[in-house]
């Protein structure tokens, strides 16, 4: 290799963000082949397409020296390559070893990224390709393209594929038209896109060969091969513009064209082609040197971002916000020296840059969210995955794709989000035949639903399967020893037991949701951005996995509270008020400290037990409490002091406090100190299962 | 400086090609992502050099070489293609249309550095 380390560098990370925008796309497209597998027609350009991100990936890794990537990738392409070639034929055996290896290369680019790439499972992998490869060779004919009366020139720029589907197209009886079109230098691309999408609603585009413009050194003609069952005038009508000429190929070939009828002879030929200087003047009458100088630029407008350099550019934008805070105490600090009109203009300087600021912070969160539904295109793909491999028809609906998230939220819930739906179709969706027995309709639904909630955005799966069995739930409690037999439980109590560490209700651990992942670590990871998870069951109906989570991670306004001379971050998100309380106030239920507030019991949790800091038992005669509440669930905090609000920075606090109840990151204050944030959501759960 | 017209769909591949370009002294590079941008950026650019893939949506790197081939403009440039060792007909195909050299994917960067100065040097 060559260049310095660091364009190596940058082009290994390219390569990594490259290879896993193919695998998504080959995944989509794997999803859409295997629907058409089962009708037997599937559109070849799909074919195509998902042998090309073989064959990219593969040249893509090859040259990045990820040998092992390159190698898995190679043995699908020769399998993909054989199929759109028509060597072999699609077969569900193939679909679930396309997939499967589709899973292996993600997990391998996956590795390659986190730089521990394990390629244990590829030689299996590429020995089940290889048999799929050699099980349903089809014996090859050869058909002449002799009879289309073709010219080398054109077969030779032909590449293997696109003769095969010229061969195809012969074999299914279609005709074969050679339509000439020309057009202007300066808008061929996007007319051209135009008509081949008008001719793909007839037939199939087979080969697209550029020609240099006849006449003018504006214009270029460009010679498609289309398949199409429509006759010559029919072919003509789908075009649907002036200026093109279409000749069939073949023995009853035609030569007539409906607007061109004198130059669609020999399309080949530079004197044959439609006239590309009067077309083009016909096509851009006015401004040709404007339209150049657009047309020069590149078509797409986005940019793809590092988040790291977004994660970096936030917490700038956090750092001038504590500046901020500091220029503002300035203020106040110069007019109580007596400078009240410097003090004016000092404010009046830090409001516009408060304004500013605001601004800036906004801007930059907006870069950051992305729609939900660019998740709900992976859930579309396990779903139908998960359901072929369990034998269930699934039919998945989703609503409010266009709800906005942070991205680094999105990609923290996808691996829950996949748990919580194989479980849907694993133990909620029952079996075809069960549900006709049960009088439901025999395809189980999904729904995949979205939707902003103040601060929070509100996930929710839903299924109308066979919900969870509350008395199941119990049992398996009780033989686990984690309930008694007499305890009381009310059915959300019990609910809550699914979360626990190793609670599972399958009797048999099946393959798809026995993979060490149980509901926990959903739970824990939902947490881990600051999210809740919550399920509601109906016997026979269906269950409902609703999580909540704050639309971003990164700048957040914080309650900075007291506990024994140490202060502690509250994203303000979960807090519903706070009041004062009298010691008096306090009940004690089952020996839980509790309040009344207005109609509810408030349990409470006092911090300072909570870390076991020193003297955080005593409790003085009046004190703070913040009430906080995530979805369904409000709980009192006990604190000892009120500091005011802030905006503030999350900032990791790394391995080190990793797993440590209650804490979700630290932040930086205005006076240099750094504070911890406190996880609400992990707060809640901690005391809901009564650890304190 | 001589002007090196990229043709490739990978922008991963387009980064390595760059970097490896980069590296010798008096070359300029104009990139393109498929067959229609190269269409484009032909007759705006005078380019001294073409290397492209074979395998890319809508215009083919045959088809973008049978183009070039000809056209009285361009037919002289030198052409080379980057593809890799599967697409064997292919390649044959784009040597016969005119093409003077190719690499195979994964190729060796001093390889390429060797025919850029062979053609331009």
Redesign the interface.
Do not use: Y
């Given at each position: 290799?060559?260049?310095?380390n660091d364009?190596?560098g940058?082009?290994v990370r390219?390569?990594l963000?490259?290879?896993e925008e193919i695998i998504d796309q080959l995944n989509n497209d794997l999803v859409s082949m295997g629907d058409c597998a089962e009708t037997g027609d599937c559109n070849p350009d799909l074919i195509n397409?998902i042998f090309?991100g073989a064959?990219?990936l593969?040249?893509?890794a090859?040259?990045?020296g990820f040998s092992e990537i390159?190698d898995l990738a190679?043995n699908m392409?020769?399998l993909l390559?054989s199929l759109r070639l028509g060597r072999v034929e699609i077969t569900p055996v193939m679909m679930s070893v396309l997939f499967d290896a589709m899973d292996l290369l993600g997990a391998l680019v996956r590795g390659a990224g986190e730089g521990h790439l394990d390629a244990s499972g590829i030689p299996l992998m590429v020995s089940r390709i290889n048999a799929c490869a050699s099980a349903t060779q089809k014996s090859q004919e050869v058909s002449p393209l002799a009879t289309l009366g073709l010219t080398d020139?054109v077969l030779?720029?032909?590449?293997?594929y696109?003769e095969h589907r010229l061969l195809e197209n012969v074999k299914k009886g279609r005709l074969i038209y050679s339509i000439i079109a020309s057009f202007s230098?300066t808008t061929?691309?996007q007319e051209?896109g135009e008509l081949?999408d008008l001719l793909k609603q007839g037939g199939e585009v087979i080969?697209?060969?550029?020609?240099?413009g006849s006449g003018s050194?504006a214009g270029?003609d460009f010679e498609i091969l289309f398949g199409s069952t429509k006759g010559e005038d029919g072919v003509s009508g789908l075009a649907g513009r002036p200026g093109i000429s279409v000749r069939q190929l073949g023995a009853q070939s035609k030569p007539t064209s409906p607007s061109q009828p004198a130059q669609a002879l020999e399309p080949l030929t530079a004197s044959s082609s439609v006239s590309a200087h009067d077309h083009s003047e016909a096509a851009s009458p006015a401004q040709p040197a404007a339209d150049?100088a657009m047309?020069?630029k590149s078509?797409s407008r986005m940019v793809r971002v590092d988040i790291v350099k977004l994660d970096d550019l936030m917490n700038i934008v956090g750092e001038l916000v504590l500046s901020h805070s500091t220029i503002n105490e300035l203020v106040g600090k110069v007019r109580s020296s007596g400078f009240s009109t410097l003090a004016i203009e000092l404010g009046k300087a830090a409001k516009v840059l408060q304004r500013k600021l605001n601004e800036l912070q906004k801007g930059v969160m907006e870069i950051r969210m992305i729609p939900v539904g660019q998740l709900y295109e992976k859930m579309s793909r396990i779903v139908r995955k998960v359901s072929r491999e369990q034998g269930k028809k699934v039919d998945l609906r989703v609503f409010g794709a266009d709800t906005e998230l942070d991205k680094l939220i999105i990609e923290d819930i996808s691996d829950p989000m996949m748990h919580i739906i194989r479980n849907s179709i694993d133990h909620g969706i029952e079996t075809p035949e069960e549900r006709i027995r049960l009088g439901k309709e025999e395809k189980g639904v999904i729904r995949l639903s979205s939707f902003q909630k103040g601060n929070h955005v509100v996930i929710e799966v839903e299924d109308d399967g066979r919900g969870i069995d509350i008395a199941r739930v119990k049992k398996k409690a009780l033989e686990k020893g984690l309930i008694q037999e007499n305890d009381p439980l009310s059915e959300r109590d019990a609910l809550e037991l699914i979360f626990l560490p190793g609670f599972s209700t399958s009797d048999t651990v099946t393959d798809i949701s026995g993979r060490g992942v149980g509901m926990d670590v959903v739970r824990n990871n939902i947490a881990a951005v600051s999210g809740m998870v919550d399920i509601e069951t109906r016997p026979g109906q269906g269950s409902k996995v609703i999580i909540t989570l704050p639309i971003t991670l990164a700048i957040i306004k914080a309650l900075i509270i007291n506990i024994v001379g140490r202060t502690y971050a509250m994203p303000i998100t979960s807090v519903l008020e706070t009041i004062l309380v009298e010691r008096s106030d306090i009940r004690t239920i089952e020996r839980k400290e509790v309040i009344q507030l207005r109609d509810m019991t408030l349990p409470l949790v006092r911090l300072g037990r909570f870390f076991e800091i020193e003297g955080g038992d005593v409790l003085p005669e009046s004190f703070y409490v913040v009430v906080v509440g995530v979805a369904e669930k409000r709980l009192g905090i006990v604190v000892d002091d009120l500091l005011g609000q802030q905006d503030i920075v999350i900032k990791s606090i790394g391995e080190t406090f990793k797993g440590f109840k209650g804490i979700s990151g630290a932040a930086d204050l205005g006076d240099q100190r750094t504070i911890l944030v406190l996880d609400v959501g992990g707060i809640i759960s901690e005391a809901t299962r009564g650890s304190v | 400086m001589k002007k090196i017209l990229i043709v490739e769909d990978s922008s991963a591949m387009r980064s390595l090609l760059i970097s490896t370009i980069e590296a010798l002294e008096g070359f300029e590079i104009v990139e393109a992502a498929n067959g229609f941008e190269a269409l484009r950026l032909l007759p705006r650019e005078r380019v001294d050099l073409v290397i492209t893939d074979i395998n890319m949506p809508d215009i083919n790197g045959l088809e973008l070489i049978r183009y070039v081939r000809n056209s009285a403009i361009y037919k002289s440039i030198p052409l080379f293609i980057i593809s890799t060792e599967s697409s064997e007909r292919d390649l044959a195909k784009g040597l016969a249309l005119g093409a003077n050299e190719y690499l195979i994917k994964p190729f060796d960067p001093a390889d390429l550095q060797k025919l850029l100065l062979k053609y331009l040097g």
């Open positions: 290799m060559t260049g310095s364009s190596i940058k082009a390219d390569f963000a490259e290879a397409a090309r064959h990219s593969k040249g893509l090859g040259i990045f390159g190679h392409e020769n390559d020139a030779n720029a032909l590449t293997e696109e230098l061929f691309d051209l081949t080969s697209t060969l550029p020609t240099v050194e270029i150049a047309t020069a078509m | -």
